[in-house]
Nanobody, 123 residues
Framework: QVQLVESGGGLVQAGGSLRLSCTAS????????VAWFRQAPGKEREFVAV????????YYTASVKGRFTFSRDNARNTVYLQMNSLKPEDTASYYC????????????????WGQGTQVTVSS
């Protein structure tokens, strides 16, 4: 059974940092495209960042560009989202998702999802 497990969420003050991890079991990330999405209360789930399994290229939504860094460690079958200079508007549940194809930004393109990890940024 394929599972993605996120960790690293928590409560942090504005300006602080967190590093989220997403580890796959029952599946090797290998050449998978892996993305982070987030969902704030009362809002739709939105794209945050994506990393190509082939090239390692990363893309970010405009609101996090320059503050978040997406990386992967294929040996550990884990991806990381380093989040710096956090803002209250970053508060959300963060989900990692994987797909076997190339980079896509829409939610429906991803067929494997984690359960989410909560990030709360206080002002």
């Amino acid at each position: 059974q394929v599972q993605l497990v996120e960790s690293g969420g928590g409560l942090v003050q504005a300006g602080g940092s967190l590093r989220l991890s997403c580890t796959a079991s029952g599946r090797t990330f290998g050449s998978d495209t892996v993305a982070w999405f987030r969902q704030a209360p009362g809002k739709e789930r939105e794209f945050v960042a994506v990393i190509s399994g082939i090239t390692g290229d990363t893309y970010y939504t405009a609101s996090v560009k320059g503050r978040f860094t997406f990386s992967r460690d294929n040996a550990r079958n884990t991806v990381y989202l380093q989040m710096n200079s956090l803002k209250p508007e970053d508060t959300a549940s963060y989900y990692c998702a994987a797909r076997g194809g190339g980079i896509m930004y829409r939610i429906t393109a991803y067929d494997v999802w984690g359960q989410g990890t909560q990030v709360t940024v206080s002002s």
